[in-house]
């Protein structure tokens, strides 16, 4: 299934749609939604829910947005609930614009289903306490969010950040998945989980 990549924002998050024939889902929202809700629209899809990866206000920006157009639900997990009410979720640091608020449902690790398409929701914090990964095995694609990048891991400096798990959801994790799997990832290029193993300079197989 088509996923369609938007990198929207102040920090060009990747916001994504991923689709069949009638209906979709979304993964982060991290700007202005319009041309995402074109997207829809020109496909004559409909969006059926918003899947975050994590609570950070640079992935947030289009979710009220979006779902108030869409009436879709959104969908985070409840282990990021202790950044809802920070900076980190809410906006603000670093001169950045405030997030619109929004309200959501708890998506838990383990089996999800979405359109008919089996998800594995991946518990994969260290960048947030909560974070997760979307594993979707019949596409043979992960959305990773901001734990696994093209050739870089994301950052462990923020509020309830933790390098040692963000480590090991990396290699311990998303590292299981099947080498062809191909990595949607929070911002910048798409990579494979075998290059990544490979190659990525934090974490590849030729470290010791
Ligand atoms: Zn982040």
């Known amino acids: 299934m088509p996923v369609a990549v938007f990198p929207?924002?102040?920090?060009?998050?990747?916001s994504h749609i991923l689709h069949g024939h009638t209906q979709?889902?979304?993964?982060?929202?991290?700007g202005d939604p319009a041309p995402m809700i074109k997207y829809l629209h020109t496909?004559?899809?409909s969006l059926t829910a918003i899947c975050l990866t994590h609570r950070h206000f640079d992935h947030l920006y289009g979710v009220a947005a979006l779902a108030r157009e869409t009436g879709a639900p959104v969908?985070?997990?409840?282990g990021d609930d202790p950044l809802a009410e920070t900076e980190s979720a809410k906006g603000g640091m670093w001169g950045f614009p405030l997030v619109e608020p929004f309200e959501s449902r708890p998506l838990a690790p383990g089996k999800a289903s979405f359109n008919g398409m089996e998800c594995e929701v991946l518990a994969t914090p260290g960048h947030t306490p909560g974070g997760i990964s979307l594993y979707f095995p019949?596409?043979?694609?992960?959305?990773?969010?901001?734990?696994?990048?093209?050739?870089?891991l994301g950052r462990t400096d923020f509020p309830g950040g933790d390098q040692a798990q963000l480590m090991h959801s990396?290699?311990?994790?998303?590292?299981?998945?099947?080498?062809?799997?191909?990595?949607?990832?929070?911002?910048?290029?798409?990579?494979?989980?075998?290059d990544e193993r490979a190659n990525n300079p934090f974490c590849g197989e030729f470290l010791p």
């Open 24 to 30: 979709a889902i979304v993964v982060d929202v991290g």
């Open 138 to 152: 019949s596409e043979k694609i992960v959305f990773t969010g901001d734990s696994l990048f093209y050739r870089s």
């Open 8 to 14: 929207l924002g102040p920090l060009q998050a990747n």
């Open 43 to 45: 496909h004559q899809l």
């Open 170 to 194: 990396v290699t311990e994790v998303l590292f299981k998945l099947p080498g062809e799997t191909v990595v949607y990832p929070g911002h910048g290029p798409l990579s494979t989980i075998g």
């Open 75 to 78: 969908y985070v997990s409840a």
